[in-house]
T-cell receptor, first 115, second 110 residues
Framework: DGGITQSPKYLFRKEGQNVTLSCEQN?????MYWYRQDPGQGLRLIYY???????QKGDIAEGYSVSREKKESFPLTVTSAQKNPTAFYLC??????????????FGDGTRLSIL | GQQVMQIPQYQHVQEGEDFTTYCNSS?????IQWYKQRPGGHPVFLIQ?????EVKKQKRLTFQFGEAKKNSSLHLTATQTTDVGTYFC??????????FGQGTTLQVKP
């Protein structure tokens, strides 16, 4: 089955530690996205990538970093500079970039908490 | 800057009642998408509207895009307990900026 796989499902971070969230898709989609969702709130865009080896900052990129070395993979690193990292992180992909207005397919998410 | 306001934030209905959520923009939208997120789950794409005045139906759901393309609505008839969750609108601006509405969380009392 085609889809998006996020791992791990739950992640705990110690103060001052960087952690990396995995996102893999086998949908052959060009575009991939990372969102953050806080309790009772909507989704906020962290980073997006419209093609391999290219990515752009979203609305809340500070304290996060990404890479897009392969079409299938778009890992997100939450750095120690992100002072309030506790949230639900969602990865998504679409056939083409956001300007093409394609539906987004989401993974099951990763819940990150501070120890 | 371009903003999308989604209302209401919460809606509690009795099973069988109807439910409507609205997304309103200060500027003209090129398109709008609607998603549903079940509790503890991830958003799932429902529909996309592109044309002025467009109306689309999916079973008990009716989606509308305003004539001026500044507002959109999702209307659900005869709610069931399985309809609970948060309904989001999403649009992209002319510059490609993605904007999600804040979401409307639906609770259905059996």
């Amino acid at each position: 089955d085609g889809g998006i796989t996020q791992s791990p499902k739950y992640l705990f971070r110690k103060e001052g530690q960087n952690v990396t969230l995995s996102c893999e898709q086998n949908l052959n989609h060009d575009a991939m996205y990372w969102y953050r969702q806080d309790p009772g709130q909507g989704l906020r865009l962290i980073y997006y990538s419209q093609i391999v080896n290219d990515f752009q900052k979203g609305d809340i990129a500070e304290g996060y970093s990404v890479s897009r070395e392969k079409k299938e993979s778009f890992p997100l690193t939450v750095t120690s500079a992100q002072k309030n990292p506790t949230a639900f992180y969602l990865c998504a992909s679409s056939i083409a970039g956001q300007l093409a207005n394609q539906p987004q397919h989401f993974g099951d998410g990763t819940r990150l908490s501070i120890l | 800057g371009q903003q999308v306001m989604q209302i209401p934030q919460y809606q509690h209905v009795q099973e069988g009642e109807d439910f409507t959520t609205y997304c309103n923009s200060s500027t003209t939208l090129s398109n709008i998408q609607w998603y549903k997120q079940r509790p503890g789950g991830h958003p799932v794409f429902l529909i996309q509207l592109v044309k002025s005045g467009e109306v689309k139906k999916q079973k008990r759901l009716t989606f509308q895009f305003g004539e001026a393309k500044k507002n959109s609505s999702l209307h659900l008839t005869a709610t069931q307990t399985t309809d609970v969750g948060t309904y989001f609108c999403l649009h992209s601006s002319n510059t490609g900026k993605l904007i999600f509405g804040q979401g409307t969380t639906l609770q259905v009392k059996p």
